[in-house]
């Protein structure tokens, strides 16, 4: 069993440890199918150094990166050995160099730069929560297909072995008839500052649109349609 007391590793610890776990080890020949794409990412945090690691694993590196804080971008970039750095968004939305960008910020801007990005034609993955509701969705949907791009969302769970297997097995009727599924998913964040983005409602924290949309997500997975309502 393990200690009760010990201090849980934060997701930046964890995924170094796991990268470092694979390193040297060969990566799958076949594992990218389509013409390489020239990525840029938005934002320098946890998940822009998971982009840029995972894609160092396969060989491949971000072409570009755009931060709002310039030095931390600069840092980044040098850290990866990535070749742009845009002192503007506005200035990576204009490079035709740059085929998809990945927004990794936190969900309450990601409207905002979903809205330019998709605009100036790129294909773009952005970070769960896609945008804080479905009017904001509906907006950069209609913006993607006006400009005929590709617009995702980063929900990792529906990409991983084990819920694909799920449903691969629900399909083929291994289940029977479901009639309820339960969820449980949590993470561990310090309690305490009421100013961070995890609690701060200014900034569209919350347990629900930071970590929810993975049981949700996953438990559309085992529904045959879209539910009209969500009773909290």
């Given at each position: 069993?393990?200690?009760?007391?010990?201090?849980?590793?934060?997701?930046?610890?964890?995924?170094?440890?796991?990268?470092?776990?694979?390193?040297?080890?060969?990566?799958?020949?076949?594992?990218?199918?389509?013409?390489?794409?020239?990525w840029a990412v938005i934002g320098c945090g946890v998940i822009a150094n998971q982009m840029?690691?995972?894609?160092?694993?396969?060989?491949?590196?971000?072409?570009?990166?755009?931060?709002?804080?310039?030095?931390?971008?600069?840092?980044?970039?040098?850290?990866?050995?990535?070749?742009?750095?845009?002192?503007?968004?506005?200035?990576?939305?204009?490079?035709?160099?740059?085929?998809?960008?990945?927004?990794?910020?936190?969900?309450?801007?990601?409207?905002?730069?979903?809205?330019?990005?998709?605009?100036?034609?790129?294909?773009?993955?952005?970070?769960?929560?896609?945008?804080?509701?479905?009017?904001?969705?509906?907006?950069?949907?209609?913006?993607?297909?006006?400009?005929n791009v590709v617009l995702m969302d980063a929900t990792t769970v529906l990409h991983m072995p084990l819920y694909q297997e799920l449903r691969r097995?629900?399909?083929?009727?291994?289940?029977?008839?479901?009639?309820?599924?339960?969820?449980?998913?949590?993470?561990?964040?310090?309690?305490?500052?009421?100013?961070?983005?995890?609690?701060?409602?200014?900034?569209?924290?919350?347990?629900?649109?930071?970590?929810?949309?993975?049981?949700?997500?996953?438990?559309?997975?085992?529904?045959?349609?879209?539910?009209?309502?969500?009773?909290?």
């Amino acid at each position: 069993m393990a200690d009760s007391k010990q201090a849980p590793i934060d997701a930046a610890a964890a995924a170094k440890a796991a990268f470092a776990s694979v390193q040297d080890k060969p990566f799958p020949d076949d594992i990218f199918t389509a013409p390489e794409l020239h990525w840029a990412v938005i934002g320098c945090g946890v998940i822009a150094n998971q982009m840029a690691q995972s894609l160092a694993l396969a060989g491949r590196k971000l072409a570009g990166v755009a931060n709002r804080t310039l030095s931390k971008a600069q840092a980044f970039a040098e850290q990866y050995g990535i070749e742009k750095v845009y002192d503007t968004v506005e200035d990576l939305y204009a490079d035709p160099g740059i085929d998809a960008v990945y927004i990794t910020t936190p969900h309450n801007t990601h409207i905002t730069y979903l809205r330019a990005a998709l605009a100036a034609g790129k294909h773009v993955l952005c970070e769960k929560a896609i945008t804080l509701n479905s009017a904001e969705l509906d907006e950069a949907r209609a913006i993607a297909a006006e400009h005929n791009v590709v617009l995702m969302d980063a929900t990792t769970v529906l990409h991983m072995p084990l819920y694909q297997e799920l449903r691969r097995r629900m399909d083929a009727g291994e289940f029977g008839r479901m009639n309820l599924a339960q969820l449980n998913f949590g993470s561990y964040k310090e309690y305490g500052d009421l100013t961070n983005r995890f609690y701060n409602r200014n900034l569209a924290g919350g347990a629900m649109l930071d970590i929810g949309v993975y049981a949700l997500s996953v438990m559309r997975l085992f529904m045959a349609s879209q539910p009209a309502e969500v009773v909290s």
